[in-house]
Nanobody, 124 residues
Framework: QVQLVESGGKLVQAGDTLTLTCSTS????????VGWFRQAPGKEREFVAV????????NYTDSVKDRFLVLRQKAEQLVYLQMNNLRPEDTAVYYC?????????????????WGQGTQVTVSS
């Protein structure tokens, strides 16, 4: 069983930069495609970004393209979501999810493992 833990969420102001971290108990996290998702109050969980197991392919939802960056640090088995120029509408609980050898998909059902989430609140 792979356990994922998100960290880094907090209260920030609009325009700030915040980086979330996804860490894992998996022995070979580099073999997992990792997606980031978020759920705002009263809304369904939605796709944000994904990075493939090799790190060669990334994808973003349109609303965060040019503001967010997904990266992975292979040596430390960490995946980051760097969020720049945050907006109040980015307020949500952010989740990382993993799928071994997976394609860079936005489809939530493709991900086998999920973290518990970290709260990001952006004030205006």
């Amino acid at each position: 069983q792979v356990q994922l833990v998100e960290s880094g969420g907090k209260l920030v102001q609009a325009g700030d930069t915040l980086t979330l971290t996804c860490s894992t108990s998996a022995r070979s996290f580099t073999s997992y495609t990792v997606g980031w998702f978020r759920q705002a109050p009263g809304k369904e969980r939605e796709f944000v970004a994904v990075i493939t197991w090799g790190g060669g392919r990334v994808n973003y939802t349109d609303s965060v393209k040019d503001r967010f960056l997904v990266l992975r640090q292979k040596a430390e088995q960490l995946v980051y979501l760097q969020m720049n120029n945050l907006r109040p509408e980015d307020t949500a609980v952010y989740y990382c999810a993993a799928n071994q050898w997976g394609e860079p998909t936005a489809a939530q059902h493709e991900y086998e493992y999920w973290g518990q989430g970290t709260q990001v609140t952006v004030s205006s």
